[in-house]
């Protein structure tokens, strides 16, 4: 089946405190497996990316059979990917700035700081981005797809932090939300209701090395054949395709003549996903059908040991599926996998789980339940 690709700029009004009332273009890049299709039948999915990996690097990775968007689009569905601003490719507002980088990682960025001035004070002191402006960006983005389409309902895919936009946004639109999907979703059962004061004091950028990015990875990797060899290479690559300044920061590697790179990721705040939250009205697993998936290694998304002292840090994925009040919502586990799936050898099976949920609503004909799922993609309670 012919995939059309295309890549639009949104029109938002920012409500991120950094650059709040301006008009940006949010990036959302569109892979169409229903040109010829009638418009009334179009099955559409957004994509939500995490905190430290953008759309593409996440969901649209050219590698092999790694590309999870182009395979939803195989499948018949018109498949759009979001950047929130602060990563990837959409905006990134006070994120140029090396100062405005987490203290503790300014190591890792250009120019060289000297022993003087380290750590540097960012110029900008504040947290980048928060719950609301996430939840606003994401509300464009579906209005776009709406008018676009002039389709009613847009299936949600979110990876990792994506669940603390789409979730909330789901509960309060469930009239605009067929189904929800979340992989590995961050969710603080005891996580804070209300908003801080904004902008809250800190600091706008995060940034990831590549041998930070191995390592957190290794650290979630039991299995021999778990990741394919070379895997962290082509993950980097991607991070980096998508960061024009992160690339250029970092010390020279010596062999290349160029710079080690850092991926840049923003650092952001947020409330109102909790386990109050997740059940409030039924929504969820009501008139929002739910599918909970992750791997059995998973430690990002699942703290251990917990630390109920830091409630607003403390995740538990089980936690969310126990939280949810329709009946309608399903947990998998996943054998053989970390919180990086999509980068998995069980990306392949990754893939079909959600074909099928998006088609049928179900797994293997259940719609409520805990279940496993094995490295041949066989399910079992």
Request: glycine content about 10%; hydrophobic content about 35%; overall charge neutral.
């Amino acid at each position: 089946m012919a995939v059309i690709k295309t890549d639009h700029l949104v029109p938002h009004t920012s409500t991120v405190p950094a650059n709040k009332g301006e008009h940006v273009e949010l990036f959302v890049r569109e892979r169409d497996g229903t040109p010829n299709g009638p418009p009334a039948g179009r099955k559409v999915v957004l994509m939500l990316h995490g905190r430290s990996v953008p759309a593409l690097a996440g969901f649209d990775l050219q590698h092999t059979s790694y590309g999870w968007a182009e395979a939803l689009a195989q499948a018949g569905y018109d498949v759009f990917m979001m950047d929130l601003q602060g990563s990837g490719r959409s905006p990134r507002p006070r994120m140029e700035d090396p100062c405005n980088v987490n203290p503790k990682q300014q190591s890792a960025v250009v120019p060289p700081l000297q022993a003087s001035d380290v750590p540097r004070s960012p110029s900008y002191p504040y947290v980048l981005t928060n719950s609301q402006s996430d939840q606003d960006e994401l509300s464009t983005v579906v209005e776009f797809i709406r008018a676009k389409h002039g389709v009613s309902k847009v299936a949600f895919i979110g990876w990792s932090a994506a669940a603390f936009a789409m979730g909330p946004y789901a509960i309060k639109n469930p009239g605009k939300v067929e189904s929800l999907f979340l992989l590995a979703p961050i969710f603080p059962p005891a996580g804070p209701p209300n908003p801080p004061v904004l902008p809250a004091p800190g600091f706008p950028t995060h940034v990831l090395t590549q041998p930070g990015l191995d390592q957190a990875w290794s650290n979630e990797v039991h299995c021999a054949t778990q990741r394919e060899p070379g895997m962290v290479d082509v993950a980097w690559d991607a991070l980096m395709e998508n960061d024009p300044i992160g690339r250029t920061w970092g010390k020279i590697d010596p062999s290349t003549g160029k710079p080690a790179g850092a991926s840049r990721y923003r650092n952001f705040v947020s409330w109102g996903w909790n386990s109050t939250t997740a059940g409030q009205g039924g929504v969820l697993g009501g008139s929002v059908p739910v599918l909970i998936v992750h791997g059995e290694f998973d430690r990002t998304a699942n703290t251990t040991p917990p630390t109920p002292a830091l409630p607003a840090l403390d995740f538990h994925v089980p936690a969310l599926y126990q939280a949810v009040t329709g009946s309608h919502k399903l947990l998998i586990t996943v054998k053989c996998a970390g919180h990086s799936m999509p980068w998995e050898v069980q990306h392949k099976n990754l893939h079909e789980l959600s074909k099928h949920w998006l088609k049928h609503l179900d797994v293997g004909g259940k719609t409520n339940g805990l279940f496993d799922m094995d490295l041949n993609g066989v399910i079992s309670p």
